[in-house]
């Protein structure tokens, strides 16, 4: 019971945080007279819904009822989810209505084969643990984001060292997007399994330390991307843009393979080569 009350508060801080999103003008309304809230009422959007506002508020108040997919469909059509976001509404509504189970297991391990694959690599990659540790990496990964050794086991963390490590804060170009993109993943972790002691901790110690952190995880970003490209900077190649994907590691849900790579013949393929070079030359000087 006491999982299924913590993914009921979950969805309940999710239906709050895509209300405010919304104004009145963006769902046809007219707003009118002076308003305490920056986005939607509870009892616009249950109109909206076609529900009762007790019964949605007591959706947002993370008390446990168990929505049909019907009302979840219109719930997702009032608030304008996206396909991603509609989702997502619908793994919360299910995770409390059937009791989701824990999703703890043993610790996160990297098989001895993907560490060889790893430091086979040509090209930066790196392990993630399900709440964005850095499990393993190899030596392009340092030439590219720095050498996640320097930090203590429970720092190495890609989310911590995005809002708490200038260095890397320096070299993702595009840092805001960046930072929401693996938000966006850290999310659905933790809605998978609120209670979970990494999550919570990560979550509490840079709530408590950045307020960046806090108005971006606010906002409730659902993202979960399986690959892209992203701008980094660097101090003595400028910049360089990679696409990057995730390959899951075998017996999932778990750690993901995160690669970085550039096209042959072009010019940031040129300036990862040129970067491995480097890399190379600081690691034999030292």
């Given at each position: 019971m006491a999982s299924n009350r913590l993914h009921a508060r979950e969805l309940g801080i999710f239906l709050r945080a895509r209300r405010n999103r919304l104004r009145p003008q963006d769902v046809g309304l007219e707003p009118s007279g002076r308003r305490k809230v920056a986005g939607l009422r509870r009892e616009e959007l249950a109109l909206l819904a076609g529900l009762s506002t007790d019964y949605y508020q007591r959706m947002e108040q993370g008390r446990e009822v168990r929505p049909s997919d019907d009302l979840l469909d219109a719930l997702a059509t009032a608030l304008k989810l996206d396909e991603e976001e509609r989702r997502h509404l619908f793994a919360l509504a299910d995770a409390v209505r059937r009791g989701a189970p824990e999703v703890r297991g043993d610790e996160e391990?990297?098989?001895?084969?993907?560490r060889h694959l790893l430091h086979s690599l040509s090209t930066p990659a790196y392990v993630l643990g399900r709440h964005l540790d850095v499990l393993a990496w190899n030596t392009m990964a340092e030439a590219l984001l720095g050498d996640p050794s320097d930090a203590q086991p429970p720092q190495r963390n890609m989310l911590m060292a995005l809002f708490l490590d200038p260095e890397v804060r320096f070299r993702c170009a595009h840092w805001e997007s960046t930072a929401v993109e693996y938000i966006g993943m850290l999310r659905a972790t933790v809605a998978a399994d609120p209670s979970h002691p990494r999550g919570t901790a990560?979550?509490?110690?840079?709530?408590?330390?950045?307020?960046?952190?806090?108005?971006?995880?606010?906002?409730?970003?659902v993202r979960a991307p399986v690959q892209g490209t992203?701008?980094?900077?660097?101090?003595?190649?400028?910049?360089?843009?990679?696409?990057?994907?995730t390959y899951p590691l075998p017996g999932g849900p778990g750690p993901v393979l995160m690669v970085y790579t550039a096209e042959p013949g072009t010019a940031e393929a040129e300036k990862l080569a040129l970067l491995g070079v480097l890399h190379q030359n600081r690691r034999s000087r030292s």
């Open positions: 391990v990297v098989p001895d084969a993907t990560i979550v509490g110690e840079l709530s408590i330390r950045s307020t960046e952190f806090r108005r971006l995880w606010d906002r409730y970003d992203k701008t980094f900077r660097h101090r003595e190649i400028g910049e360089i843009t990679l696409d990057w994907a």
